[in-house]
């Protein structure tokens, strides 16, 4: 606001002339008004008086009359009291600001001494946190020490389940190798030798005729089952002719046995990889395959073992009825040691495990072996194409 003084009292002249003429009450907005300036200007109330008194001087005494100055006295007082309120309630405003202040002074206070005792029960506990602390870094110390001695028994203890594992897939190589190699032969022989026999007592009984047939039957039945057994504990054709032959006998008795169809897709380049590689993948295919005939109700699963960018693959999926994953992994039973051998197998050589299901829906069993962690492939091969093997 630029007005000063001098302006000041001119407007309030005019409007109060304004006002004695027209005694209207709209004219008093403009004593409102006029009062707003006057806080603005910083006027007290005996300086806005004095000016209305000069102003009442200058309107009134020309024209005195006892008849009509009363009157324009009376109008000129309304005047006066609406162009006063403004700077009244300015001051009532900071009265009230005062009473506010001084209580807030006095609640300051009262903090200050509250703040003053809480900070002595601080210094306190501080005191006691220090020695608390100090026996925390002792126990700290002391834990750190047992966590690592826990994690070194911990990986002792899953490197011991590694060697196990391929001291166990050993011996059932060995085992494998005098079922077929002895047993077999041995059986095969006396199969043979019976043979014989038949031909040579055609004149004798025909009693002794149907006990040899019973026997060859017998033996014959006795060769598939070691035969079997063998290639359950390791097919010896996993070795010799590699991981296509070896799966596709396998899942050709598997659906004899279970009636589940099974389809296989694999990349021809599958047999360079490394023997321990291809273990991994023909016992995990098993496992998978062992885990859905016993408890996913399934009419058909997929095996696919793929090659990739950085890593092999394979897959198992199946169409049953799926199953909760984490209570799966916390239950008991042979369905959950089933799925900590793959998964240690997978681990074994470097590789991932997962598993996704839930119920309802198909399950998916996928194992990622890295590619430093296999066989490494010539330079100039040329690009492997899978091809699908329905059995």
């Known amino acids: 606001m630029q007005t000063n003084q001098p302006v000041f009292a001119r407007r309030y002249l005019t409007a109060l002339r304004k006002h004695l003429k027209q005694g209207k009450p709209e004219s008093l907005d403009a004593a409102r008004r006029l009062g707003t300036q006057a806080v603005v200007l910083k006027l007290e109330t005996l300086a806005l008086a004095r000016l209305h008194e000069d102003a009442l001087i200058t309107l009134v005494l020309p024209h005195y009359s006892t008849r009509t100055s009363d009157g324009m006295v009376r109008q000129a007082g309304l005047f006066f009291k609406e162009a006063v309120t403004p700077i009244e309630e300015t001051h009532r405003g900071a009265l009230e600001a005062n009473v506010r202040m001084k209580g807030m002074i006095e609640s300051l206070r009262q903090r ?15 005191s006691q946190r220090k020695s608390v602390e100090e026996s925390l870094r002792t126990s700290e110390k002391t834990t750190s020490q047992l966590l690592q001695k826990s994690r070194r028994m911990q990986e002792e203890l899953r490197d011991l389940s590694r060697r196990l594992l391929s ?5 059932r190589q060995k085992i494998s190798r005098e079922l077929h190699d002895v047993i077999s032969q041995t059986l095969t022989g006396i199969n043979v030798r019976l043979a014989t026999l038949k031909i040579q007592s055609g004149t004798n009984t025909k009693d002794l005729q149907n006990k040899i047939t019973a026997t060859q039957r017998l033996v014959e039945k006795s060769v598939d089952i070691v035969h079997r057994f063998a290639r359950d504990l390791r097919p010896t054709v996993l070795d010799d002719l590699g991981l296509i032959p070896a799966l596709q006998s396998y899942l050709k008795d598997f659906m004899e046995q ?28 098993q496992e998978a395959l062992t885990n859905v005939s016993r408890h996913a109700h399934a009419s058909h699963a997929r095996v696919a073992i793929r090659q990739g960018e950085t890593a092999v693959s394979v897959e198992i999926i199946d169409n049953g009825q799926g199953f909760e994953v984490e209570g799966a992994a916390l239950a008991k039973g042979r369905k959950r040691l089933g799925l900590l051998g793959m998964r240690e197998r997978a ?45």
């Open 112 to 126: 200050t001494s509250e703040l003053a005792t809480a900070n002595q029960g601080m210094k306190k506990e501080i």
């Open 167 to 171: 001291a166990q897939e050993k011996e």
């Open 258 to 285: 279970t009636g589940i169809h099974v389809s296989l897709t694999i990349f021809a380049g599958v047999e360079k990889l490394s023997s321990d590689v291809r273990t991994v993948l023909y016992r995990i295919a």
């Open 347 to 391: 681990e074994m050589i470097g590789g991932t495990f997962s598993i996704t299901s839930s119920p309802g829906q198909e399950t998916t069993v996928r194992v990622e072996i890295p590619q430093h962690r296999v066989a490494p492939r010539k330079r100039h091969a040329k690009p492997r194409t899978p091809r699908t093997k329905h059995l």
